[in-house]
């Protein structure tokens, strides 16, 4: 158990509705980061969030949204889904800022489009 | 764009010794991780480098080579549990800060 919170587990939704993906990093963890992983195309960074602040961003769609809160969770929004965006996503979570520290994965969320 | 290439299925004995490569795109590039991902679950990090050399942990050692834009990941006295897939990431520093993962190295141990 690595620490990192994911919810749901399981999401299985239709194309063209909106879901939203809840992460809770280790306590005391600033940074959060968001990836993708499809069959056809290996672990997608998204997006880096540290206290509450944008980091990073990767190949993330504008489709999809995301933000840290105060207390630190963090929601990635997908909107106007499409089948394509069927896949695990996985939040991971580091004590700093700096991008060398190892990072810690919650257990996925897996999206379904239908 | 960035690129890392590691080869897709590798299958080696318990007890024995493999060696996965991973080779990248040298400009922009500034820190290799590996990762370990067992079938559904979460990946969990193995190690990093930043520096040229041999990093050792355990059974787990990882090699970079900055100038050659090459890296390996060595995993000694295999053991069935090892079966899983292997992530090489580098963090790619040109522009805004992004890892780049590779597609994963598949490796079964074998009896």
């Known amino acids: 158990d690595s620490g990192v919170t994911q919810t749901p587990k399981h999401l299985i939704t239709a194309t063209g509705q909106r879901v939203t993906l809840r992460c809770s990093p280790r306590?005391?963890?600033?940074?959060v980061y968001w990836y993708q992983q499809s069959l056809d195309q290996g672990l997608q960074f998204l997006i880096q969030?540290?206290?509450?602040?944008?980091?990073a961003k990767g190949n993330i769609l504008e489709r999809f949204s995301a933000q840290q809160f105060p207390d630190l969770h963090s929601e990635l929004n997908l909107s106007s889904l499409e089948l394509g965006d069927s896949a695990l996503y996985f939040c991971?979570?580091?004590?700093?800022?700096?991008?060398?520290?190892?990072?810690?994965f919650g257990p996925g969320t897996r999206l379904t489009v239908l | 764009g960035q690129n890392i290439d590691q080869p897709t299925e590798m299958t080696a004995t318990e007890g024995a010794i493999v060696q996965i490569n991973c080779t990248y795109q040298?400009?922009?590039?500034?820190?290799l991780f590996w990762y370990q991902q067992h079938a559904g679950e979460a990946p969990t990090f193995l190690s990093y480098?930043?520096?040229?050399g041999l990093e050792e942990k355990g059974r787990f050692s990882s090699f970079l080579s900055r100038s050659k834009g090459y890296s390996y990941l060595l995993l000694k006295e295999l053991q069935m549990k090892d079966s899983a897939s292997y992530l090489c990431?580098?963090?790619?520093?040109?522009?805004?800060?992004?890892?780049?993962f590779g597609t994963g190295t598949r490796l079964k141990v074998l009896a």
């Open positions: 991971a979570s580091t004590s700093g800022d700096s991008s060398y520290n190892e990072q810690f």
């Open positions: 306590s005391g963890d600033l940074s």
């Open positions: 969030y540290y206290n509450g602040e944008e980091r």
């Open positions: 040298t400009s922009g590039f500034n820190g």
């Open positions: 480098n930043v520096l040229d």
């Open positions: 990431a580098g963090l790619d520093t040109s522009g805004t800060y992004k890892y780049i």
